[in-house]
Each structure stands twice: as structure tokens, then as C-alpha cells.
């Protein structure tokens, strides 16, 4: 009897989904969060939602990181993957979540836990603020283009809402791009009032 109810004891254990707070970097819940949408994917689709959506409002990770990742993901069982068939021209591996993947990422995601601060790095401030040691007309020149990355950015969020609209597992990201829909308008706000302050800087 013992060992009976040690053995199911066993079985609970090992159905239950991993603790969530195992030593995984924000990576590694991002590709995961990637695989959470229906369907199977390869590395390389993996890395054109990242382009297509995380960029915009977190970063896209390196297509050697993607494949980095789901490697940890697999071992750690919350990832699965197999090889396609004779029948494709290209032999390729797809991914896709599983049920403790899906466990631990939903665990993660509803966490108490905060999730930080944002961490902005604008190099075109850093050279701002370093204007004293280069020529106003430089300064212009880089704002400048800046509002021309920016509205190109800017389209391309608009391009990846339309493309989302109407779809239902798209829903909460379709509120990211909104949110980074308003963060570069605001950027372009931002960078023509820049524009203004440095005209009015003693030539």
C-alpha cells in the first residue's frame, strides 16, 4: 500500500506544472509567450512575430537567441518540437507550447510579482546632451532623420494592427500595438518640440 500511494504521489508531482520562477530571462518567457498563439512554428516564424510586434514596445531577440531559447524551453519540457516530413522540399523543425509551458507562462504572466521599470535608451538624447561638443546643424540633421525612423516605424505598427484587427487571439496584442501606435506619435511630438529648442539655443 505504501508504495502504491507513493507512486501516485509521484504521478501528482510530475503532472503538476514547473514553478514559474525558475532562473528564466525575460527571453525565454517571450519566445514562449510567441509559441502561446494557436498553432506551430519554426524558429525563423518566431522571429517575424517578434518583428512584426515585440519590437515595437520590448525588443526582438536575435534569431540565434530564438533557437537558444526554445532549446532551454525544451529541456525544461515546456516546448516540443519535431521534424517535418519526406514530403517537404526543406527539411525543418517546428515548435509548440505545452500544457506545463502554457501552465508556467500563465503562472508567470498572472504573477504578483512587478514587472519592472521600462528602461529607455535613446541615443539620439545621449547625443543631445552631448551637443556642446558638435555643431547645431549636426544635431538638426540627426532629429531629423530620427522623424523619419520614426514615422517608418510608425507605419509599420499601423500595417501590423490592420493585419491583427478582427483576429480574436489577437485581441490583447493588438492593445500593445495601440499603446506603441501612441508612443511614437508622441515620439514625433517630442522630436519636433526638440527641433524648437535648438533653434532657440544661442548659435
Known sequence: MP????????????????????ALPPT???VLGL????????????????????RFFYWSPAISQIYAELRRLESLGYVTSRRSGPEEPRTKRTYAITDSGRAALADWAGS????????????????????????????????MEHIARTKGELKEVLDASAQAEGVEAWAHPQIALRWTERRLR????????MLIDLDELPS
Open 3 to 22: 508504495s502504491l500511494l507513493n507512486a501516485r504521489m509521484a504521478d501528482q508531482h510530475s503532472s503538476a506544472p514547473p514553478p514559474a520562477d525558475r
Open 112 to 143: 504578483a510579482r512587478d514587472a519592472g521599470a521600462a528602461v529607455l535608451k535613446h541615443p539620439l538624447l545621449l547625443r543631445v546632451w552631448l551637443g556642446h561638443l558638435t555643431s547645431q546643424d549636426h544635431l538638426r540633421e540627426l532629429v
Open 35 to 54: 509559441l502561446s498563439f494557436p498553432g506551430e512554428r519554426t524558429g525563423y516564424e518566431l522571429k517575424k512575430w517578434a518583428d512584426a510586434s515585440l
Open 28 to 30: 525565454a518567457w517571450a
Open 186 to 193: 508622441s515620439e514625433l511630438e517630442l522630436a519636433e518640440a
